[in-house]
């Protein structure tokens, strides 16, 4: 069966980093765009950034752009979202989602907290 785990997430300050995974199975996932979601406390989801299939093209939320990198290694099965200059208002569960006709599997969740 599908499913996306992801790890890295965190206690991190103000200006720090961090490097979010996501390791995927149970599909072929280079015929999949894949993404990046968050949810802050109290709201919405909230859309971060994709992918295409073999990496070539990304995009990002205006509010992270220069700041986050998505990225994924086809040969491991692996998306990874690198965070640099992080701010509070980045804190969030993290999701990577499948990109099917919708964003069809999420997985659980990894908490970011930027924090001082």
């Known amino acids: 069966q599908v499913q996306l785990v992801e790890s890295g997430g965190g206690l991190v300050q103000p200006g720090g980093s961090l490097r979010l995974s996501c390791a995927a199975s149970?599909?072929?996932?280079?015929?999949?765009?894949m993404n990046w979601v968050r949810q802050a406390p109290g709201k919405g989801l909230e859309w971060v950034s994709n992918?295409?299939?073999?990496?070539?093209?990304?995009d990002y939320q205006d509010s992270v752009k220069g700041r986050f990198t998505i990225s994924r290694d086809n040969t491991k099965n692996t998306l990874t979202l690198q965070m640099n200059s992080l701010k509070s208002e980045d804190t969030a569960v993290y999701y990577c989602?499948?990109?099917?006709?919708?964003?069809?599997?999420w997985g659980q969740g990894t908490q970011v907290t930027v924090s001082s």
């Open positions: 992918i295409n299939n073999d990496g070539t093209n990304t």
């Open positions: 989602a499948r990109n099917g006709l919708t964003m069809d599997y």
């Open positions: 149970g599909f072929t996932f280079t015929n999949y765009y």
